[in-house]
Each structure stands twice: as structure tokens, then as C-alpha cells.
């Protein structure tokens, strides 16, 4: 079982910055594939950015030169730098685990709320 906790979500103005941080334990294996997606009011969930153990990096095209993934690791953290935000960024933000087994894990989700 993996449990995944998030922080960092918030409202601030179009141009501005967040940093959202997860950190998953419990049973994780060394290759993994961490990341966020975001589903916004009436929208469906959609892919916003993942990284795996080895640092290959997955970006929506909608937040690629403005957001950028990272990973530690040692302590199994995730985070998301946001820059130049806008506001159709608005969105709940979930963070998620998977690895070779079946099973997908995911965080309960922060909101991000970007007004203009």
C-alpha cells in the first residue's frame, strides 16, 4: 500500500507562481513513475506533468516552459514548481504513484484556483 500526501495548493493572481510537494510511503518499489494531473470545473481529469526514478519527464503541452517536475528519490517526494500561472490552470491538482504492480495510488487532491 502506498499513501501519498500533498501540499502546497492555493489561490494567487494570472502571473504568478505555486509549489505543489507529494511524498509517497509505504510499499514502494525503486522504479516508479510519480506525477499530477488536474481535472478543472466541468473538464475531465487530464495529465499535467510525471517523472519516474530515472528523471524522464512527461509534460502536457498546455504547461510545458511554464511548470517543471522533480523528484528526490531518497525520501520519495514529488513536486511541481508552477510559474506564470493562468487561469484556466484552475484546477484540482492529484497527486499519483504507480509501478509495475496493477494498482495506481492517488492523493486526495489540492485545489488551485488562479483568478485573473
Known amino acids: 500500500q502506498v499513501q501519498l500526501v500533498e501540499s502546497g495548493g492555493g489561490s494567487v493572481q494570472a502571473g504568478g507562481s505555486l509549489r505543489l510537494s507529494c511524498a509517497a510511503s509505504?510499499?514502494?518499489?525503486?522504479?516508479?513513475?510519480m506525477g499530477w494531473y488536474r481535472q478543472a470545473p466541468g473538464k475531465q481529469r487530464e495529465l499535467v506533468a510525471t517523472?519516474?526514478?530515472?528523471?524522464?519527464?512527461v509534460y502536457a503541452d498546455s504547461v510545458k516552459g511554464r511548470f517543471t517536475i522533480a523528484r528526490d528519490n531518497a525520501t520519495a517526494t514529488v513536486s511541481l514548481q508552477m510559474n506564470s500561472l493562468k487561469p484556466e490552470d484552475t484546477a484540482v491538482y492529484s497527486c499519483?504513484?504507480?509501478?509495475?504492480?496493477?494498482?495506481?495510488?492517488w492523493g486526495q487532491g489540492t485545489q488551485v484556483t488562479v483568478s485573473s
Open positions: 499519483t504513484y504507480g509501478d509495475v504492480r496493477p494498482r495506481d495510488y
Open positions: 509505504g510499499s514502494i518499489f525503486s522504479i516508479n513513475r
Open positions: 517523472i519516474t526514478n530515472t528523471g524522464n519527464t
